[in-house]
């Protein structure tokens, strides 16, 4: 019994033992299973990754064929959607919206429609149809093969979003002339712009009149000019609210209306001025032409009262009451003989300046609502006027002979004091015939004529030159001349420096000159 057992036991036991050979057995035989499914995953992963390659290739091809000297889909250019059109047909539509581009500019009640030419804005057409035209065709060949079957393929709904193209937003290349973009905004700011005027106030035909303040605006054209290069940016149909700045004026209506108030207090005053008991009463619509009005260091209205206006009425006043001066009237012959021909005679008149001061004061004055005065009078002195005449002297006389060329001076009598060979005018210049009188002497002088023609002259200087007729006819030296006894001059009488000098002293005032042949 307990043998058997033994024995029992040892079987058990190998049966045991023989038990882990078979499981690795097992375990084999599922590894090798295992790996030929892995093996068909790979493949079919691998032949998935071949379809869908050419999938992705025949979707580009067909994406390439289909916009074949076409613009990618998704592509936009100035918000035009170029996708499908051709580089001339977008150049085309970027032309029409270009020229139609506008941008609606408002102030208040006013409207302004600008266009890329006013602004002085252009586009480089070209250089945009060319980025529109080449994008998804640069770039690496995978990210090329995609982009297109991306496009090919997002054309139908397959429900995947991942399938949808990415837009691309053209960005709009410009150039701008600031010359132009400049005379636009100021012009503009010719238009919006008002100057601040501060309340005025001023006398006209014997009335106040009150010119009303003027409140300004300014442009924000900075602003403007950011607002207006932003929106050609991004090529936005915009309405633009201009924005101004408020000019105040300095001076409001309610500070002038207060002098208007003033002025009219004191054009209410009653005013009586007496001279000799006549009664003269200034009306109030003259007592408004003498106020005037001024700004006092530029800052306020200030109200004042004009002398020089009330001056201007007592004149008037002074036609009725003056007694004017008599002149005293001197005849004078030859400048050194004096004859009284009218006695002078003081006058009496208004004393202009006094009144006005004494009247300015009194209006200025709000405490005083009546005015009377005795006009005041003063001594007006009487003037001397001079009658200057020449007669004919015959103490002296100088003979002048046209034919001989020959000047002789004498004295009464027939006494001869000199005499010289001249130089008189010359044909169509020729010294006037008649009998003249001295009228006058200059030491030294500049003479010239003829300007602009062939007989222009221009001496300086002339010396001892005694004039004897109007229009310039003159004895005098001839520094450039070396003889005498012939015409030559203009008109004048040539000498030699000695002759000349002899007249210039001998001659006086009234001292008959008689020309002949």
Not at 116 to 128: A, F, K, R, S
Not at 373 to 379: A, D, G, S, Y
Request: hydrophobic share 40%; net charge neutral; aromatic share 12%.
């Amino acid at each position: 019994m307990l043998k058997s057992k033994a024995i029992d036991g040892v079987a058990q036991k190998k049966k045991t033992q023989a038990q882990p050979k078979r499981k690795k057995s097992v375990e084999s035989f599922h590894f090798r299973v295992f790996k030929k499914k892995k093996s068909l995953v790979f493949l079919k992963i691998a032949l998935f990754v071949v379809a869908v390659i050419l999938i992705l290739a025949a979707a580009a091809f067909g994406y390439q064929n289909f916009y074949n000297n076409k613009i990618f889909k998704g592509v936009r250019v100035l918000n035009i959607d170029a996708g499908g059109h051709s580089p001339e047909e977008l150049k085309a539509l970027l032309k029409r919206d270009i020229e139609n581009y506008k941008i609606i500019i408002t102030s208040e009640d006013q409207k302004y429609e600008v266009t890329l030419n006013d602004l002085g804005i252009v586009y480089n057409t070209e250089g945009m149809v060319r980025e529109a035209y080449l994008y998804g065709r640069e770039g690496n060949l995978v990210n090329k093969l995609r982009e297109r079957a991306v496009g090919f393929l997002s054309q139908y709904d397959f429900g995947f979003r991942s399938l949808a193209i990415e837009e691309k937003e053209i960005m709009p290349v410009y150039a701008t002339s600031q010359i132009r973009l400049g005379d636009f905004l100021t012009d503009l700011e010719n238009k919006i712009n008002i100057t601040a005027k501060d309340s005025e106030i001023k006398i006209a035909n014997g009335q106040v009149e009150i010119i009303p303040a003027v409140f300004g605006k300014k442009l924000r054209t900075e602003i403007l000019e950011q607002e207006l290069i932003k929106a050609a940016t991004y090529f936005e149909h915009r309405v633009l609210e201009v924005r101004t700045d408020e000019i105040l004026p300095e001076i409001y209506d309610e500070g002038t209306k207060e002098l208007a108030d003033k002025t009219g207090r004191i054009a209410a005053k009653q005013i009586v001025l007496d001279h000799e008991g006549k009664k003269f009463y200034p009306m109030s619509q003259n007592i408004i032409e003498w106020i005037s009005f001024f700004k006092k260091d530029n800052l306020n209205w200030e109200l004042g009262i004009d002398q020089l206006k009330i001056k201007a009425y007592l004149a008037v006043l002074g036609r009725e009451i003056n007694v004017w001066p008599q002149d005293k009237i001197v005849r004078v012959e030859n400048g050194v003989k004096e004859t009284i021909t009218q006695e002078g005679i003081e006058g009496l008149v208004i004393d202009e300046g006094s009144l006005a001061a004494t009247l300015a004061d009194k209006l200025a004055d709000e405490r005083i609502n009546a005015i009377f005065l005795t006009i005041p009078m003063k001594v007006a002195p009487y003037s001397t006027k001079r009658d200057e005449v020449v007669v004919a002297n015959w103490e002296k006389y100088i003979d002048l002979n046209l034919s001989t060329q020959t000047l002789v001076a004498y004295e009464k009598g027939g006494i001869e004091k000199g005499r010289w060979l001249v130089a008189t005018g010359k044909p169509g210049y020729a010294t006037p015939v008649g009998t003249w009188l001295v009228h006058g002497k200059s030491s030294w002088i500049r003479m010239a004529g003829g300007w602009g023609t062939s007989e222009y002259y221009n001496v300086y200087p002339v010396k001892w030159v005694t004039w004897f007729k109007g229009g310039g006819y003159a004895i005098h030296d001839a520094y450039w001349r070396s003889s005498f006894g012939y015409t030559g001059s203009h008109g004048c009488v040539n000498m030699p420096d000695d002759g000349a000098i002899f007249i210039y002293n001998w001659a006086d005032i009234g001292t008959p000159v008689t020309v002949h042949y």
